[in-house]
């Protein structure tokens, strides 16, 4: 199958103006980047790494300064009209709902614009209505929504056309919890249904660990990293955690093979041990701690991404 | 059997109207929202229409009370510039009616909604022509019209075929010219960090420069507001024409036909500032 986005050396420079000497800036350098159908993919960086710009090239929105992009087979900027047929873009940061008019009235212009039939219209309608919750508020004009309830309608607006891929720019930003929560949900479920590509770009590490099973990093525009999340401490040398809660009050518990302490909290009935995925598992380390101590529970705490996204970045200066 | 498979089949014709019914679709439902919309603050509304008539009436005011000093302005009297006014403001007006809200293109800009438009299936400028309709310019429109009306019947003018055409031809193109006029200021916006009030200056003072005789233009307005954007081919020219008047020396009647050219090359100019924009707006290439 062919892929779904792929560039090759992709690259884009910026003039800016700083005083009066111009100065090239290059905001994504020599991209080479390929994304099958069905994946779902994180796109980290850090503010102005080249994210935004990365995503205005796969959509046509920029013309690459060099290096080539396909994106559903198309030539984005050539192919733009057909392209956007395809593609769902949901910007966290702005509207292409009619904030004046109640969300359904909106979803209704949207289905014209696509040239949706009028029963693919009111199916699909109902299946985005119904998956994201919004019966509550599709006659409310946009502009009467709270964040939640407006990041929900950008996204039934941006998938109303059921698009091959979705590029998601920072979707879960000021977000509760809950609303997050359903908005994650929402996305798993319709990549399950319709095997819909997913990409998107976020500060939230909470949105890539539950979302994504594909991480791309790009510092200063250049990839960093590209591989899974596991991988990704791999690489880091990020070590998991396990934190034991025991049942008596005991001295620090050293000498675990492969394992390392580091601290303890009232007395020792919580102690913390960090240990290489590589070189043991935690069922391995859990093993050894309960042979020397009779232990009341535990969790076993997953590298933090966004230490790991830091480590990648300072390693490579 | 044959007659009723033959009348069973598509008709090109047919088809052809349904695709281009199909293809005016988004345009239809996003105009039609955006009427509805303004129509429904019925107060609101009101407000607006009476304002934007007032101001409409204001300018036509102008006019009159400049002939209380003059008894004739560039060889023409009151009741002639009556229909060069009727003429050029209802042009403006309509175009400003379709096409006016390109002025907001440095809004979307700044906001970076313009990119939504990037993400739909239509062509930019089409999509951005038809974003928004401001109905309140009907109010503006129906004091250009009025102006028209009354500007025809005043006048002597021999009745005909070829006065009606001349009507329609001249009021079309002064309408696609004004409509080139607000697409070219627009498309400058790409460039031009808060240049709206720089292409205001030509939009606004082509309107006010269309509904005067061009015949009292300075030699540098004549320059532009003659052949550059060519406004006096939405009023004047075709007035001289249809009262048959006497054209300064420099302006052969026939030129009261010619609007269709002038909107023409209006659009040409318009056409290419906008895709020079859009380039811009793209980064080059493409």
């Given at each position: 199958?062919?892929?779904?986005?792929?560039?090759?050396?992709l690259?884009?420079?910026?003039?800016?103006?700083?005083?009066?000497?111009?100065?090239?800036?290059t905001?994504?350098?020599?991209?080479?980047?390929?994304?099958?159908?069905?994946?779902?993919?994180?796109?980290?960086?850090?503010?102005?790494?080249?994210?935004?710009?990365?995503?205005?090239?796969?959509?046509?929105?920029?013309?690459?300064?060099?290096?080539?992009?396909?994106?559903?087979?198309?030539?984005?900027?050539?192919?733009?009209?057909?392209?956007?047929?395809?593609?769902?873009?949901?910007?966290?940061?702005?509207?292409?709902?009619?904030?004046?008019?109640?969300?359904?009235?909106?979803?209704?212009?949207?289905a014209?614009?696509?040239a949706?039939?009028?029963?693919?219209?009111?199916?699909?309608?109902?299946?985005?209505?119904?998956?994201?919750?919004?019966?509550?508020?599709?006659?409310?004009?946009?502009?009467?929504?709270?964040?939640?309830?407006?990041?929900?309608?950008?996204?039934?607006?941006?998938?109303?056309?059921?698009?091959?891929?979705v590029?998601?720019?920072e979707?879960?930003?000021?977000?509760?919890?809950?609303?997050?929560?359903?908005?994650?949900?929402?996305?798993?479920?319709?990549?399950?249904?319709?095997?819909?590509?997913?990409?998107?770009?976020?500060?939230?590490?909470?949105?890539?660990?539950?979302?994504?099973?594909?991480?791309?990093?790009?510092?200063?525009?250049?990839?960093?990293?590209?591989?899974?999340?596991?991988?990704?401490?791999?690489?880091?040398?990020?070590?998991?955690?396990?934190?034991?809660?025991?049942?008596?009050?005991?001295?620090?518990?050293?000498?675990?093979p492969?394992a390392?302490?580091?601290?303890?909290?009232?007395?020792?009935?919580?102690?913390?041990?960090?240990?290489?995925?590589?070189?043991?598992?935690?069922?391995?380390?859990?093993?050894?701690?309960?042979?020397?101590?009779?232990?009341?529970?535990?969790?076993?705490?997953?590298p933090?991404?966004?230490?790991?996204?830091?480590?990648?970045?300072?390693a490579?200066? | 059997?044959?007659?009723?498979?033959?009348?069973?089949?598509?008709?090109?014709?047919?088809?052809?109207?349904?695709?281009?019914?199909?293809?005016?679709?988004?345009?239809?439902?996003?105009?039609?929202?955006?009427?509805?919309?303004?129509?429904?603050?019925?107060?609101?509304?009101?407000?607006?229409?009476?304002?934007?008539?007032?101001?409409?009436?204001?300018?036509?005011?102008?006019?009159?009370?400049?002939?209380?000093?003059?008894?004739?302005l560039?060889?023409l009297?009151?009741?002639?510039?009556?229909?060069?006014?009727?003429?050029?403001?209802?042009?403006?007006?309509?175009?400003?009616?379709?096409?006016?809200?390109?002025?907001?293109?440095?809004?979307?800009?700044?906001?970076?909604?313009?990119?939504?438009?990037?993400?739909?299936?239509?062509?930019?400028?089409?999509?951005l022509?038809?974003?928004?309709?401001?109905?309140?310019?009907?109010?503006?429109?129906?004091?250009?019209?009025?102006?028209?009306?009354?500007?025809?019947?005043?006048?002597?003018?021999?009745?005909?075929?070829?006065?009606?055409?001349l009507?329609?031809?001249?009021?079309?193109?002064?309408?696609?010219?004004?409509?080139?006029?607000?697409?070219?200021?627009?498309?400058?916006?790409?460039?031009?960090?808060?240049?709206?009030?720089?292409?205001?200056?030509?939009?606004?003072?082509?309107?006010?420069?269309?509904?005067?005789?061009?015949?009292?233009?300075?030699?540098?307005?004549?320059?532009?507001?003659?052949?550059?954007?060519?406004m006096?081919?939405?009023?004047?020219?075709?007035?001289?024409?249809?009262?048959?008047?006497?054209?300064?020396?420099?302006?052969?009647?026939?030129?009261?036909?010619?609007?269709?050219?002038?909107?023409?090359?209006?659009?040409?100019?318009?056409?290419?500032?906008?895709?020079?924009?859009?380039?811009?707006?793209?980064?080059?290439?493409?």
């Open positions: 199958m062919s892929a779904i986005v792929e560039t090759r050396g690259t884009r420079e910026f003039t800016v103006r700083d005083g009066r000497r111009r100065r090239r800036l905001a994504v350098d020599d991209l080479t980047v390929r994304v099958e159908p069905g994946e779902a993919v994180g796109y980290i960086g850090a503010n102005g790494a080249g994210k935004s710009t990365t995503i205005k090239m796969l959509t046509g929105i920029l013309v690459p300064t060099s290096g080539t992009v396909t994106t559903c087979g198309l030539r984005p900027v050539k192919d733009r009209r057909r392209l956007a047929r395809q593609v769902g873009v949901v910007f966290g940061q702005r509207s292409q709902l009619w904030w004046d008019l109640p969300v359904r009235e909106s979803f209704r212009i949207l014209a614009i696509h949706l039939p009028a029963a693919t219209e009111r199916a699909r309608t109902a299946e985005l209505v119904d998956r994201l919750e919004m019966a509550d508020f599709l006659t409310t004009p946009v502009r009467q929504l709270s964040l939640g309830q407006r990041m929900r309608a950008e996204v039934a607006a941006a998938l109303l056309h059921a698009p091959r891929l590029i998601l720019d979707p879960t930003i000021g977000l509760d919890v809950l609303s997050k929560q359903r908005l994650r949900e929402f996305l798993i479920a319709e990549r399950r249904t319709h095997g819909t590509t997913l990409l998107l770009t976020t500060h939230d590490m909470g949105d890539v660990q539950r979302l994504c099973d594909r991480v791309l990093i790009i510092d200063h525009g250049r990839l960093a990293y590209d591989g899974d999340l596991v991988g990704l401490g791999r690489a880091t040398g990020a070590e998991r955690v396990l934190v034991v809660d025991l049942v008596g009050p005991s001295p620090d518990l050293t000498g675990i492969a390392r302490h580091l601290s303890s909290e009232a007395h020792g009935l919580r102690q913390r041990l960090s240990f290489d995925a590589e070189a043991t598992t935690a069922a391995r380390v859990f093993a050894a701690v309960a042979e020397r101590v009779e232990v009341l529970d535990f969790t076993v705490e997953e933090d991404i966004e230490d790991v996204v830091r480590r990648i970045y300072a490579r200066r | 059997m044959i007659f009723l498979r033959r009348s069973g089949g598509p008709r090109p014709g047919v088809t052809d109207e349904l695709a281009l019914r199909v293809r005016l679709r988004p345009y239809r439902a996003v105009l039609a929202s955006r009427a509805r919309s303004q129509a429904s603050y019925r107060a609101n509304f009101a407000l607006d229409l009476v304002s934007s008539f007032l101001a409409a009436l204001v300018e036509l005011a102008e006019v009159w009370v400049l002939f209380h000093a003059v008894t004739r560039g060889g009297e009151f009741h002639q510039i009556l229909l060069v006014f009727g003429l050029a403001d209802l042009a403006f007006s309509l175009a400003d009616l379709a096409v006016g809200h390109c002025d907001n293109l440095p809004t979307y800009l700044r906001a970076g909604t313009l990119d939504v438009f990037y993400l739909r299936p239509q062509p930019l400028l089409l999509q022509a038809t974003s928004d309709i401001t109905l309140r310019r009907l109010a503006r429109a129906s004091v250009g019209l009025v102006a028209l009306i009354a500007g025809l019947a005043v006048n002597d003018i021999a009745w005909g075929v070829g006065a009606v055409a009507l329609v031809v001249a009021l079309a193109s002064g309408c696609a010219t004004f409509a080139a006029m607000f697409v070219w200021a627009g498309a400058l916006q790409f460039f031009l960090i808060d240049g709206a009030e720089m292409t205001n200056a030509f939009v606004y003072g082509g309107r006010y420069a269309a509904t005067q005789p061009a015949s009292v233009w300075s030699r540098p307005l004549k320059a532009v507001f003659g052949f550059f954007f060519p006096a081919f939405a009023g004047f020219l075709p007035t001289l024409r249809l009262l048959d008047l006497p054209a300064p020396a420099w302006l052969p009647t026939w030129l009261g036909w010619c609007g269709p050219l002038a909107a023409l090359w209006a659009w040409a100019m318009a056409l290419l500032c906008w895709h020079w924009g859009v380039r811009h707006y793209r980064g080059g290439g493409g």
